[in-house]
Structure formats: structure tokens, C-alpha cells
């Protein structure tokens, strides 16, 4: 099947009438073809996002949530649908799109029409009015792994907020985002408040990036992308946003629970195929404890890992999301033991199959190793063993990112070195995400936050009306 893009509130071909085939990772099949828009498109979608936004920026918030809670509606009646298509076009297991996936964006666009309830998007101050409201038009811009959350994460906030948006999702997985656009266009947002194009990141998304009526660009995506952002971003002193890459630390503390450490780890590299950003892919342990760390995880995979087709119920890993991904994630583990790490488990790929990797999980690792150091974004664990608290600090903050991370321990001792490490989040033993919470990086893993109150203010301009 053809699909179009969702210009101005119409489906419409791309001007240049040229496709490209969305594959099936897990058998190679063709599942559809979307347009590889040109400029001409991207010049479209961003002059009915500006002349939508005035108008737009104008309702009140009440109204723009009716739209949100409509849509919110549609997406809960359609969960089934978007199963389908995340597994068809991206490969993880249908068990983590079902159970993962799907309540993440539920869940997320909930938490966003309470607190765009109780925000104060006008406050009498003395002397002047406080005044809270979109930038105009936003170019999102969005990774595969998540590829309806991705897109939720920046477009419910934007909408609230006032803004505009234009859409530009990965190549790989643009059929999430054009079941998502056919939910807008149900729930009846006015033309030109959402639009959807398809098309090559370095193309189109580029283009957009630069285009001079875009007043935001919100950018999930790999660190290297992210960077070259800033040069568009200062054409026209656009607001950036950067949800980037991540090489997060999980530090088990003697006397912790070693089975919940391995757990969480563990499940952070399966799930997706380990293709999260925050996944935990640096499990920094006491050295004394490394064999009993070791048995837990050999462990922990017999009982879990199910690799297959990632439609069989059963399956807990699929194959890896592209060609190309599974070739970086193949050559990071040559480079792993060419470094001289030890593989305790997994290391190859599915000889009958194409794109599959067994997860795999190196040992006896430091902290300098390329697999240690450089985001592998696949089903690949490094364990690093430490001698002192202090020491498995210094390792869990040695690094060019800082998204996320974990501690296993003792409460007290937990919160107390939770609360030293350089990251945006920080889990202590068995806590779980807040869909309230923000969410965003240190260092190289980002600009800003997306989620919650800090996720909505993002999407903001602040103005002082003295009177
Ligand atoms: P990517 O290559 O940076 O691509 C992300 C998006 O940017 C895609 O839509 C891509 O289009 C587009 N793009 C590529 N080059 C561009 C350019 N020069 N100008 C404008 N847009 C461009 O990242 P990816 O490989 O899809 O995703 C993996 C990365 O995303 C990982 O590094 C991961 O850590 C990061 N990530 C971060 C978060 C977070 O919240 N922090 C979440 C998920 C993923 P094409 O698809 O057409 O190339
Ligand atoms: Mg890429």
C-alpha cells in the first residue's frame, strides 16, 4: 500500500512523487510504501503550521485539551492496531510493544492533560501579568525505537502549549506515525496544527530543521545528529531541544538485592532488542561479587531470553530494527573482544535467520573499552567490576553521556550515591518511571527535558505584560 503525507489537514502525495519501501526486519518483507517528500513538501507543511498557530496559540488551553483528551480516546481504541504496526515495521517482541510501548504513550498523554489542568499559564504578578505561551511552529523529529512514543513525547506537549508541529519521523518506522496522524485527523484538530511528512533525515530533515519559520526544533536522535543541530538552530535563534544518545550506568552496592540489579539490567538490554537510549548497559559491580554477578545473569537469561519472531507470543527478543543497526551491533562486539572483554553469554548472530542477535553480555570489562564508552544501542550488557563505592562512582560518571542510570543497594546507601551521579534520571532499587517526571540527559545526552512540567515548559515562550 501507498501512503501519503498529512499536509494542512489532507493526505497528499509528496510532490516529488517519489516512494520508498518500508521493510518488515524480521523476514524482509515490503509492509508499504511512504513518500520521500522534498523540500517543496517540507515549504507545505511548515507554511499550514504558521498560519494555523495564531489562532491556535489563542484557544484556551481548556479547548486544545478537549482535542487532546479526543485523540488520547482514539489511540486507546486503536492499541491493537499500532501493536501491529510497531512489530510489523520496527521488530520487538509484541509482549514489549503491548506492554511497553503502548501504556508508555497512554500513560504519558494522560499525566500531560492533568498538569496542563492545574499550570498557570497567566499569573497577576504585581505590577505585571505573567503570560505562558507557544513559540509557533515546531519541527519534531523523531528516531525509531520508540516510534510512536517518540512523536507523542513532543507533539502532546507542543499542542497543549499552543504550538504547531511538523512531523518528521524515521525512515524506518513511518507507519506508527501515519496510524498517529489518522488518529489526529479523527479526533479533528483544525488544518494546519499537525502535520506529517516522510522522507531522508539528512534531506528533508535537515531542510526542516533550517527552514526559517520554524521557531523550535525538538530532536530525538543520536548524539552526532543532535550536534550539528545547533548550526540550524542559530540561523534564525530557533529554541532547541535534544533527546540524545546514552551509556547508563547501573552500580550494585554489596548488600543490595543482586537479583532485582540483574533484573533490571538485564531487561533493559532484551527489551527492544536493547535499542532504548536509557537502557542500563554498564552493570558496575563489587569485584569480589563478579561470580555470583555472573551466575544471577546466566541465570536471568535462560529464564527470559526467547529469541524469534517477534509476533510469537512468547518471544522476548526480536530482530535488531534495520540492516544497518545490526552491523554496528555486530561490529561493537568484535570490537569488545578484540578489546579484550570476555563474552559470558550470547556474541553471535541467528545463523537462519536475518537481524537477530542473541543479547550478549561481556565480563571482566573497564571502563575505557569502546563497549564501554560508546552507545552500541542493541542487546549488549558490559559488566565492570570495581574495588570501593567511591571508585564505582567515579566509573558510573566517567562518561560523555549521563540519561539514566541506576543504584542496587541498601536504601540509604543507594539514595546517598544515587544522589552523586551526573544523570537526568536515577532509579534506587526497585522504583519505577513517573510519567510526570521529567525525563532528558546530562552532558551529551541532551538540551532540556521531555515529560511533565519541565517536558511542557520546553514548548513555552515567557512574556511580562507590565500595565
Ligand atoms: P538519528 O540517525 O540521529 O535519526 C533520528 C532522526 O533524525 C530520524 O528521523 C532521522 O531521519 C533524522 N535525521 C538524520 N539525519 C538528520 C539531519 N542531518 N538533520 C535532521 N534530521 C536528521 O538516530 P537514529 O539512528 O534514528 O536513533 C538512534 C539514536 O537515537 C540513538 O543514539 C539513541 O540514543 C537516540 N535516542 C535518544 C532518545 C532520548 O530520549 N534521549 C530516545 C531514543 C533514541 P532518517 O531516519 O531518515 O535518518
Ligand atoms: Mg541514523
Known sequence: ?????????????????????????????????????????VDKAVAAAKEAFPAWNQLAVEERAKYMQAFLEIIESKLDEFVDIIVGEFGCSRQFATQGHLPL???EIKAFLEIVKEYPFQEEKEGYRLVKEGYGVVACITPWNYPLN????????????????VVKPATITPLT??????????????????????????????????????????????????????????????????ELGGKSPLVYLKGGDLNSAVKRAMDTVINNQGQTCSALTRLIVP??????????????????????????????????SSE???????????????EGAEILIGGSALEDRKHYIEPTVFTKANNQMRIAREEIFGPVLTI???????????IANDSDYGLSGAVVGPEEQAIEVASQLRT????????????????????ESGLGRENGTYGLEDYLEVKAIFK
Open 1 to 41: 500500500m501507498k501512503y501519503k503525507n498529512y499536509l494542512n489537514g489532507q493526505w497528499l502525495e509528496p510532490k516529488s512523487q517519489e516512494y520508498r519501501d518500508v521493510i518488515n526486519p524480521s523476514n524482509g518483507q515490503v509492509i508499504g510504501q511512504v513518500p520521500y517528500s522534498n523540500q517543496g513538501d
Open 105 to 107: 504513550t497512554v500513560n
Open 150 to 165: 517518540q512523536i507523542q513525547r513532543k507533539v502532546t506537549p507542543a499542542l497543549l502549549t499552543g504550538n504547531t508541529v
Open 177 to 242: 506515525a501515519i496510524l498517529y496522524a489518522q488518529a489526529i485527523d479523527e479526533a479533528g484538530f483544525p488544518p494546519g496544527v499537525f502535520n506529517l511528512l516522510t522522507g531522508s533525515g539528512s534531506e528533508v530533515g535537515d531542510y526542516l530543521a533550517g527552514h526559517p519559520d520554524v521557531d523550535v526544533i525538538s530532536f530525538t536522535g543520536s548524539t552526532e545528529v543532535g550536534k550539528g543541530l545547533y548550526e540550524k538552530a542559530a540561523t534564525t535563534v530557533k529554541k532547541l531541544v535534544l
Open 287 to 320: 569485584a569480589d561479587e563478579l561470580t555470583n554477578v555472573e551466575e544471577a545473569v546466566k541465570g536471568y537469561y535462560e529464564n527470559k531470553v526467547v529469541i524469534g519472531d517477534p509476533n510469537d507470543p512468547e518471544t522476548t527478543v526480536g530482530p535488531l
Open 324 to 338: 544497518q543497526q545490526f552491523k554496528t551491533v555486530m561490529d561493537y562486539i568484535q570490537i569488545g573482544v578484540d
Open 384 to 394: 565492570i567490576p570495581y574495588d570501593t563505592v567511591e571508585e564505582a562512582i567515579e
Open 424 to 443: 537526568g534520571n536515577i532509579f534506587v532499587n526497585n522504583a519505577g518511571r513517573n510519567a510526570k517526571a521529567p525525563f532528558g540527559g546530562y552532558k
